[in-house]
T-cell receptor
Framework: QTVVTQEPSLTVSPGGTVTLTCSSSTGAVTSASHPNWFQQKPGQAPWALIYSTTNKYSWTPARFSGHLLGGKAALTLSGVQPEDEAEYYC?????????FGGGTNLTVL | EVQLVESGGDLVQPGGSLRLACAASGFTFSNYWVTWVRQAPGKGLEWVANMNQDGSVTNYMDSVKGRFTISRDNAKNSLYLQMNSLRADDTAVYYCARAIYDFGEGGDWGQGTLVTVSS
């Protein structure tokens, strides 16, 4: 069974930069895994941020960027805002299905 | 405005069945892959199943194969999830989502519908 692992929690100061990562039990994450990233706030549905590693949706704030880092998928937030406090999930493609990571709880403090 | 509205969630006994629906509006439903994702209370997201534009391709997570069936009616702009042999660990909020782009598995999401499996 494939397991996708994220940091359980991270803390960042307002205005700072933080990188969330997403690793796979099957080995290095590559662009072939088409990493997606989602933000979810309590009581709300998830909100898509990034698809296929680096691509942003029309609504994705510029401070969010997706990339690959050391065999993992990564989401970097630059100039963090208080409203970025949320749970973040990655989603990886294992043809033909997909697997979510366990989520990273990001605290802005 | 794109809208996805789930319905059909309920309290059901273990071993029972339930059919969820997702009504889509604001876009040409038949042009997009669609997906079901669930979230158990206090837990993370779990990808459940998806289906291509004309319904000819379906994919499922292992734990629901043979029990759940995803389907769609493009004439009614609707997505469905038939859930049989329900278990306590199927208890979750079930979301439908639309893949706007290739390999963008959930661009738009509904607000979810709660399924509770309990005796």
């Amino acid at each position: 069974q494939t397991v996708v692992t994220q940091e359980p929690s991270l803390t960042v100061s307002p205005g700072g930069t933080v990188t969330l990562t997403c690793s796979s039990s099957t080995g290095a994450v590559t662009s072939a895994s088409h990493p997606n990233w989602f933000q979810q706030k309590p009581g709300q549905a998830p909100w898509a941020l990034i698809y296929s590693t680096t691509n942003k949706y029309s609504w994705t704030p510029a401070r969010f960027s997706g990339h690959l880092l050391g065999g993992k998928a990564a989401l970097t937030l630059s100039g963090v805002q208080p409203e970025d406090e949320a749970e973040y999930y990655c989603l990886l493609h294992y043809f033909p299905t997909w697997v979510f990571g366990g989520g990273t709880n990001l605290t802005v403090l | 405005e794109v809208q996805l509205v789930e319905s059909g969630g309920d309290l059901v006994q273990p071993g029972g069945s339930l059919r969820l629906a997702c009504a889509a509006s604001g876009f040409t439903f038949s042009n997009y892959w669609v997906t079901w994702v669930r979230q158990a209370p206090g837990k993370g997201l779990e990808w459940v199943a998806n289906m291509n534009q004309d319904g000819s391709v379906t994919n499922y997570m292992d734990s629901v194969k043979g029990r759940f069936t995803i389907s769609r009616d493009n004439a009614k702009n609707s997505l469905y999830l038939q859930m049989n042999s329900l278990r306590a660990d199927d208890t979750a909020v079930y979301y439908c989502a639309r893949a706007i782009y290739d390999f963008g598995e959930g661009g738009d999401w509904g607000q979810g519908t709660l399924v509770t499996v309990s005796s």
